[in-house]
């Protein structure tokens, strides 16, 4: 059917669905919630569509505006009202019978509005008291300062929070927090605060700024996930708009250390800090042996191979980038929600989608069923569940409104995350205003999830405006829940306070079945500093059964300052293999005795090969020959293992030509990985000796200065009239073959259509999502607004080398760029003498010294089709 002749009968179709949509959205007479599900809405449009006897495609293209071919064209912004109805939200006494749980679960409420509104994260203090950041200002009312910090209790005891105080208010942008002596560390970008109650009336009256310089630019990519990390400090997972970190108070003169690319581990006592691995986007969490798990909106479970400091040992050496992904479905993989498309996704995918030629723009052109926000990414690590769950991790979709699960298999160093539910989720909920954000590990050994509980969740760049107008992007900000999932059947078990614990209670608890009570004993043991536990932490690592409380106990001795070698001894030979790995981390703070010497050459022949990895990087410590011959035994036994390659290239040091000198010895390192492996050697041989002969003797983490560049008013200002004066092409008749070669010609270095080119750039269908006056302002003004992961760095090295590219990858010795024709450059830091940041995208200016307005209107044209 022709798409003229079915445009009236679309239109004849909306007013009836109009009516029937404020019919859905109409209170009843005893609440003001929707008298009709979601479901039954989608239903009787579908019944709707029939009564006018129309055929399915004819219906489908009714029901979802989905069109296959393209939409005439119109000088008039079409108006998509009709086709935008508002979802009524469902009453928080309603909200459990929207949900589906696995066998075996169910989902319980424990908060909701009007206690909490926009809860975006949770912690309990030692009192059992939960702490809610509440996100009032998302997504674009930060500086209204509307945003929040609850303290709940749960008064009687039931498991149900019934009592609020408003512990801290005037917040901006708030996304994290965890509690410390007595008071709390919260993430309110770009600031660090230590927020405390001084005077017992449950409101924070002291507020100090920590540290300062953490980014703002994008509202989905802020600093999130406060975990308390074994090593007695708070990680935060710092996400993709990074920062320049200094304490607050620090002088104008003194620089911040960048994050770019990385997260950041902070000393709750001293406030020292330093970037750890990590930098996804929007989740972070550690299973019980301190392996780290993130995730970012499209790629849904990601580990975290080696910390930062352990690679920042050795400056000359290039490592694998520190995170991989490990879904064994695909990062972005398909989910099954119960819920309905929410109307807008459907209307934007249309607009993504071409109109006269098919093809895969994301998703393969569907609005939902795959991983579009996937956040919170947890490992569940209660005592309240069946025994078999513990370790299992969960990440919830705030786009499809669900919650997914994935059993972790170990495969060498590397896990597999393998989907459970055979197409089916852990939870669904058929009302799409239920967004899963995060979860955490609770003191009553569930797990709970934080409900931001929002009409709409999106990034506001990515709805275009015609779309964006129909909605409220404040809707909800007053609503939120807390639910947690327990087993079927279940009995709460109230919480104990553990304020008042006595310090030998506390050491007990190190080796409690729920990781809160363990956490939370081992941070008030360092928050105490009492050297009353050191006798019964020592007591713990001989003779306890639990190998989690004796490698708890070892980092409490550590946070003592009262870990000796003979007690690291005793963590070196442990039965278990995960205590013998951390006492490896712990070796620093010991002298390396003959015994210790003796039990690291013993080491290489560990069965785990987790225990040989952590070895390799403790050799750092060790020179000479006893290095080089346990990293060779250490190599033997796992050649080929990237991981195992990049910790001995890091620990081998000024070592490095005695180890080349003798890889001839291990047989099994042959062909392909032996060259690379040769190669890599060289390479940082060939550093160390260009830096020593340079004389230059610096910090690779600190020496190097990143500028920025400022656009001046003469640029800004010729390039809006470059713009103004090819908006006629928006109007002009186009050639789509010649726009296709434009494109290839121009465009392809960077981007990618219909498989041709790179995708180095921004996604194009991202872009035109939003209208062909933005393409035309993208194509000919690329500097007006610039996402911070496509900014065009250049870097000078010591010797007089320029590379310049948008920064890929980022750790503690290197960092890598990307340019055009999916060209990479990998540069030491040590080799940096500048990096500037030129504030400008990678995409150049000056495109109509190429193009005339006839070239731009093809390709436009070109463009606006092309899936």
């Known amino acids: 059917m022709n ?77 998509y009202s009709d086709e935008l109805p508002r979802i009524a939200p469902t009453d928080p006494d309603a909200s459990l019978s929207t949900f589906t749980v696995a066998e075996g679960f169910q989902i319980q409420q424990v908060a909701a509005e009007p206690l909490v509104g ?9 009192h059992g008291a939960m702490f809610v950041c509440e996100m009032r200002g998302y997504s674009e009312n930060r500086d209204d300062g509307i945003s929040s910090i609850a303290k709940l209790t749960d008064s009687d005891g039931d498991g149900v929070y019934d009592e609020r105080v408003e512990f801290a208010s005037g917040l901006f942008w708030p996304t994290a927090l ?75 003169d003194v620089a911040g250390i960048s994050i770019r690319g990385r997260d950041l581990a902070l000393n709750p006592r001293t406030y020292q800090f330093e970037p750890t691995s990590g930098a996804a986007q929007h989740g972070m969490s550690f299973d019980d042996w301190g392996r780290k798990f993130v995730s970012s909106n499209s790629d849904h479970i990601q580990q975290v191979m080696y910390d930062d400091a352990d690679i920042a040992r050795n400056p000359f050496v290039v490592p694998p980038p520190s995170r991989i992904s490990i879904a064994a479905d695909g990062p972005q993989a398909e989910v099954f929600r119960t819920s309905p498309v929410e109307p807008w996704r459907i209307v934007r995918t249309r607009l993504r989608v071409s109109g006269a030629v098919k093809g895969v723009v994301e998703g393969g052109g569907r609005a939902a069923g795959y991983f579009t926000g996937a956040t919170g990414v947890t490992i569940y690590r209660g005592d309240a569940w069946p025994k078999k769950w513990k370790g299992y991790a969960f990440v919830g979709d705030v786009g499809s409104n669900l919650i997914h699960r994935k059993m972790l298999e170990q495969n060498g160093l590397e896990f597999v995350a393998k989907r459970i539910d055979d197409q089916s989720e852990f939870v669904t909920s058929t009302d799409i205003w239920f967004r899963p954000a995060q979860f955490a590990n609770a003191p009553d050994g ?28 404040t809707s909800g900000r007053d609503r939120g829940r807390i ?3 327990v087993p079927t059947p279940y009995k709460h078990r109230p919480l104990q306070s553990l304020a008042k614990a006595k310090t030998a209670e506390l050491v007990e608890l190190l080796a409690h079945e729920n990781a809160w009570h363990r956490e939370t004993a081992a941070r008030l043991l360092y928050q105490r500093q009492d050297p009353s536990a050191i006798e019964p932490l020592r007591t713990l ?32 030979q442990d039965t278990h293999p995960q205590v013998r790995r951390h006492a490896l981390r712990l070796i620093e703070s010991v002298p390396l005795t003959a015994s210790i010497q003796q039990r690291l050459a013993e080491l290489t022949e560990d069965e785990s090969i987790e225990v040989r ?82 004389g230059h003797d610096r910090d690779p983490q600190s020496h190097v200065a990143t500028t920025a560049a400022v656009r001046s008013p003469e640029s800004v200002a010729k390039r809006q009239r470059v713009v103004a004066a090819y908006r006629d092409a928006l109007s002009m008749p186009s050639d789509l073959e010649r726009g296709r070669k434009h494109f290839q010609k121009h465009c392809s270095a960077c981007h990618r259509v219909e498989g041709v080119g790179h995708e180095i750039g921004p996604n194009l269908a991202t ?40 920064i890929i990858d980022e750790g503690a010795t290197s960092l890598t760029l990307r340019r055009g024709d999916n060209v990479t450059d990998t540069v030491l830091r040590i080799d940096i003498d500048e990096l500037k940041n030129t504030g400008l995208s990678i995409m150049p200016e000056g495109f109509e010294d190429a193009m005339d307005k006839q070239a731009v209107a093809d390709l436009i044209a070109y463009l606006m089709q092309a899936s």
């Open 613 to 694: 990895y952590q070895l390799a990087f403790a050799l750092a410590n060790t020179k000479g020959d006893v290095r080089v011959d346990s990293l060779m035994r250490i190599l033997s036994h796992d050649p080929n293992d990237r991981w195992i390659n990049a910790a001995v290239q890091t620990a081998v040091g000024d070592d490095a030509d005695k180890l080349l000198a003798r890889l001839s010895q291990i047989e099994t390192l042959q062909g392909k990985s032996a060259a690379s492996f040769k190669q890599q050697l060289e390479q940082q041989i060939a550093s160390r000796s260009r830096n020593a002969h340079s």
């Open 3 to 79: 798409v003229q002749n079915l445009e009236p009968i679309r239109k004849r179709v909306a007013k009836v669905i109009k009516a029937f949509d404020a019919a859905r959205s109409e209170p009843n007479s005893a609440t003001t919630a929707s008298t009709m599900t979601n479901h039954t809405w989608f239903s009787g449009r579908l019944l709707l569509m029939s009564m006018f006897c129309l055929t399915p495609l004819m219906m489908f293209t009714c029901v979802t505006g989905d069109l296959s071919a393209k939409e005439p064209a119109s000088t008039k912004q079409p108006d």
């Open 767 to 806: 872009i035109k999502s939003r209208g062909e006056e933005t393409l035309l302002t993208a194509v000919l003004d690329p500097n007006r607004e610039v996402n911070p992961q496509y900014i065009n760095y250049v870097v000078a090295t010591v010797d007089g080398e320029i590379v310049s590219g948008m």
């Open 118 to 126: 926009s809860p975006v994260a949770i912690e309990w203090d030692e």
């Open 446 to 473: 569930t797990l709970h999830v934080i409900d931001v509980y929002r009409e709409v969740i999106e990034h506001p760049l990515s709805l275009p405006e015609q779309i964006k107008k129909h909605l409220d992007l």
């Open 178 to 252: 965890f509690p410390y002596d007595g008071g709390l560390f919260v993430g309110d970008a770009p600031d660090l605060l230590y927020l405390k109650d001084t005077d017992g009336d449950g409101m924070a009256d002291l507020k100090q700024r920590v540290l300062t310089g953490f980014g703002t630019s994008n509202v989905q990519g802020l600093m999130n996930s406060f975990r308390w990390g074994l090593d007695n400090r708070i990680h935060i997972a710092c996400s993709s708009v990074g920062g320049e970190i200094r304490h607050a108070h620090a002088a104008p």
């Open 483 to 485: 639910y947690r999932i």
């Open 541 to 572: 690592i001989r003779e306890s059964s639990s190998p989690l409380g004796r490698m708890h106990a070892l980092y409490a001795l550590d946070g003592l300052a009262a870990l000796d070698g003979p007690i690291l001894l005793r963590g070196l």
